[in-house]
C-alpha cells in the first residue's frame, strides 16, 4: 500500500489548511521506509533546532514587560480603557485593552524608549513615559485619569474583544500578491487575542475564499490526470471524489489546527511576524513556532493546537480516502510531525519572503529580539 503524504502546510495561504497533497512528496514517501525515516528525522531536528536556537536567545535579558493599573480619581478600577504603547525605535503603536481589574500588560519588548497614552470613557486622557532596560519588568504606579470636564469630548475606549475585532477585520484583507488568503498572520506583534468565535470566524472566511476553491479545484486535477487515487477511477465522478476529499482536508485542517484545538487549548493560531533581529534569530523564532505557539494569555507554549490540528486532519482523512491509501496510527501521527516541521518551514518563506508581497497587511509594529 502506497502511503499517503503528510498534510503539509504554508502558514498564511492557507494558514492551517492541508490542501497540498502535492506529487514530488508522495515520490518521496513512496521510495520506501528508509527514506521516509531519514525526511521524518531531519524534519524534527530543524524544528528542534530552531526552537533551541530560539529559546537560547530569549532571555529576561532582552525583553522587557510594561504593565500597569488605571483607576479613577477614588481608586476604583476603570476597565476596558484603550491604552496605547507607542516605540521610539520603530515609530509603531501597540494596542490592548485593561481589564476587570484596570491592570494592562505589555510583553516581548526590545529596550527602548516608550510613551504611554490611555483613552477611556468619561474620562480624560493621560500620557507617561519610561526607557525601558533588557530584561526589566516595570510596573507602573497606579495612573489616576481625572473625569472629562468637556462633555463634547468623546474618548473612543474598545474593549479587548473589540481591539481583536478590528485587527482580525484588517487581516482578513491581507493576501498574498493580492490574491492567495494570507489571514492567519498578524503584523501586529502586540495583537490581542483572538475569542473561540473569531477563532471560528477566521477559519470559516478562510474555508469558503473563491480563491480556496480554485486551488482545490486546481488540486484535484492534477492528481486526475496523473491518476492518483486510482480507486475514484477517471470522469466527472472521479474529479468530484478528488474535489471532495481535497475540499474536506482543506476545511477539516483549517478548522481543527485554527479554531477547534486553538480554543480547546487557549492558543492564538496565527503567525506573528517578527521583522526585527539578525537573520538567524528571525530564522529561529519562524522555525520555532512550528512546535510553540502565543497562548491566548500572552505566554509562549507548546503548540499542542497546531501539532494535534495536523494529526487530527491526517486521521479524519482515513474517512474517505480510498482504502488502499488510508494510513494507521503509526503512519498518522508520522505524517502529523512531518507538516508541523513544513509549518515551520511555511514560517520561514512568511518571515522573510511572503511580507514582501501580501498586500492590505498594516505597518509592522516592533517585535522583541525573541520570543
Request: hydrophobic share 40%.
Amino acid at each position: 500500500m502506497a502511503a499517503r503524504p503528510a498534510h503539509c502546510a504554508v502558514r498564511g495561504y492557507p494558514q492551517r489548511v492541508r490542501f497540498t497533497r502535492l506529487s514530488n512528496l508522495r515520490a518521496c514517501f513512496n521510495r520506501g521506509f528508509l527514506l521516509r525515516e531519514l525526511f521524518l528525522l531531519l524534519a524534527i531536528l530543524l524544528c528542534v533546532a530552531g526552537s533551541a536556537r530560539a529559546y537560547q536567545q530569549s532571555s529576561p535579558q532582552n525583553a522587557a514587560t510594561l504593565s500597569g493599573t488605571l483607576t479613577d480619581a477614588d481608586g476604583r478600577a476603570i476597565v476596558g480603557a484603550q491604552v496605547t504603547l507607542h516605540l521610539h525605535d520603530s515609530n509603531t503603536d501597540s494596542v490592548t485593552a485593561s481589564d476587570a481589574d484596570g491592570h494592562f500588560q505589555f510583553t516581548g519588548i526590545a529596550p527602548q524608549h516608550v510613551d504611554l497614552s490611555t483613552k477611556a470613557n468619561g474620562f480624560g486622557p493621560a500620557t507617561t513615559s519610561a526607557v525601558l532596560q533588557p530584561g526589566q519588568t516595570l510596573e507602573l504606579d497606579p495612573i489616576k485619569l481625572s473625569a472629562a470636564t468637556d462633555v463634547n469630548v468623546e474618548v473612543g475606549a474598545l474593549t479587548q474583544q473589540e481591539i481583536a475585532e478590528q485587527q482580525i477585520h484588517i487581516e482578513e484583507h491581507q493576501r498574498l500578491a493580492g490574491i492567495m488568503p494570507n489571514f492567519f498572520v498578524s503584523y501586529t506583534w502586540q495583537a490581542a487575542p483572538l475569542t473561540t468565535k473569531q477563532k471560528f470566524e477566521l477559519s470559516l472566511k478562510t474555508t469558503i475564499d473563491p480563491v480556496s476553491f480554485l486551488v482545490t479545484g486546481g488540486t484535484a486535477g492534477i492528481e486526475q490526470a496523473q491518476n492518483h487515487f486510482a480507486e475514484y477511477q477517471q470522469g466527472a465522478l472521479g474529479y468530484a471524489k478528488r474535489f471532495g476529499a481535497n475540499y474536506a482536508d482543506l476545511a477539516i485542517g483549517t478548522f481543527f489546527g485554527g479554531a477547534v484545538f486553538p480554543s480547546i487549548f487557549h492558543q492564538d493560531p496565527r503567525y506573528f511576524y517578527k521583522g526585527t533581529g539578525s537573520f538567524w534569530a528571525r530564522a529561529g523564532y519562524a522555525l520555532s513556532t512550528a512546535v510553540i505557539c502565543r497562548g491566548d494569555n500572552g505566554h509562549w507554549q507548546a503548540n499542542y493546537s497546531g501539532i494535534l490540528g495536523d494529526m487530527a486532519a491526517g486521521a479524519a482523512s482515513n474517512l474517505y480516502y480510498p482504502a488502499n491509501d488510508r494510513t494507521g496510527v503509526s503512519l498518522t501521527i508520522e505524517n502529523g510531525l512531518v507538516s508541523a516541521a513544513f509549518d515551520g518551514v511555511g514560517n520561514l518563506l512568511q518571515e522573510f519572503v511572503f511580507h514582501h508581497f501580501t498586500t492590505g497587511k498594516p505597518k509592522p509594529a516592533s517585535a522583541p529580539s525573541n520570543p
